[in-house]
């Protein structure tokens, strides 16, 4: 499993009965996690006194309970910094288990030697966008909501990025990805995080399972004659590491040779010393 430590101001402190108890800075939240099916002592006094309590609801979706939380604060990443907000469905908009792989391909960009271009596809408010913009990369971002890609360019002023090379793009992106084929584009590196449902600005289904394939072999086509990597993050259950190697190495059996690995990613437990499953990653290297 790909596990990061690289944060200080982000840990999982506890989890136990469907919850995770979390410290985002100097804020403690509960928060619900399907994977914590265990029950274990909560000896951990932040379970008492959080500073925010997400409750799942029997009817679907959930609200918060908040003591001493304010509307929005900031964490730090190595030099990034992300603004963060608790909102709907549980999140704060920022996914922390992802900085495994923004480490690996932060790596893969210093190590090219040459100018990187990476399309960043359902790029969210942009935590793999400010990774890749710190090694000097060139991105396009983009995703079906305003809201989030405006979150993800001030997370990209608050990071001191706000004069990097990316392009900030509201946009469905399976129709993005067919006229930047259309247009000639072409990318060295793609990243994409796509949701296991969803709709785009003008209604469009997003079902992962039908979708997520042709997709990536249409980004495929995107790829430069010399590409740096690939990257593909799931979270749905059906969607397990073999299944991401699969797909992977299928679509792009015509850029080889290429060295490609699925595993799960995860979060280690302060309290157990063990790791927290948060979903799974698949990720195609090409050399520099």
């Known amino acids: 499993m790909w596990t990061t430590t690289s944060w200080d101001d ?6 136990s009965e469907g919850e995770k108890l ?3 800075g100097q804020y403690l939240l509960i928060r619900p996690d399907p994977q914590v099916i265990w029950k274990t002592e909560r000896n951990h006094d932040g379970w008492d006194r959080p500073n925010g309590h997400y409750h799942r609801s029997s009817r679907g979706g959930g609200s918060w309970d908040f003591r001493d939380l304010p509307e929005s604060w900031r964490i730090g990443w190595r030099e990034l910094t992300f603004n963060l907000k608790p909102f709907a469905f549980k999140h704060t908009g920022i996914f922390p288990e992802q900085a ?3 480490d690996w391909f932060r790596e893969k960009i210093r190590g090219a030697g040459r100018p990187v271009s ?8 942009g935590g793999a966008t400010c990774a890749a913009l710190a090694e000097g990369a060139f991105v396009t971002h983009v ?11 001030e997370n990209a002023e608050s990071s001191g990025l706000k004069d990097a090379h990316v392009r900030w793009l509201v946009d469905d992106c399976v129709k993005f990805v067919q006229r930047e084929i259309r247009r000639g584009n072409r990318y060295d590196a793609v990243i994409m995080d796509p949701p296991s449902y969803g709709r785009g600005p003008k209604g469009e289904v997003w079902k992962i399972e039908d979708t997520v394939y042709p997709l990536i072999e249409l980004c495929a086509q995107l790829l430069t004659p010399r ?7 799931s ?10 190697t699969y797909m992977l190495s299928s679509a792009l059996k015509e850029h080889v040779p290429a060295s490609v690995v ?3 990613i995860g979060l280690p437990v302060t309290s157990s010393g063990l790791i927290l499953p948060c979903g799974c990653s698949g990720r195609v290297s090409w050399d520099a």
Do not use: C
């Open 118 to 125: 990476i399309l960043n596809l359902f790029a969210y408010t």
């Open 100 to 102: 495994v792989n923004w």
């Open 143 to 153: 995703d079906a909501s305003k809201g989030m890609v405006t979150w993800a360019r």
């Open 22 to 24: 979390e410290r985002w």
């Open 235 to 244: 979270y749905t259950t059906g969607l397990q590491p073999g299944v991401l």
């Open 227 to 233: 590409p740096l990597f690939f990257l593909v993050n």
């Open 262 to 264: 699925s595993d799960e």
């Open 10 to 15: 982000y840990e999982v402190l506890d989890a």
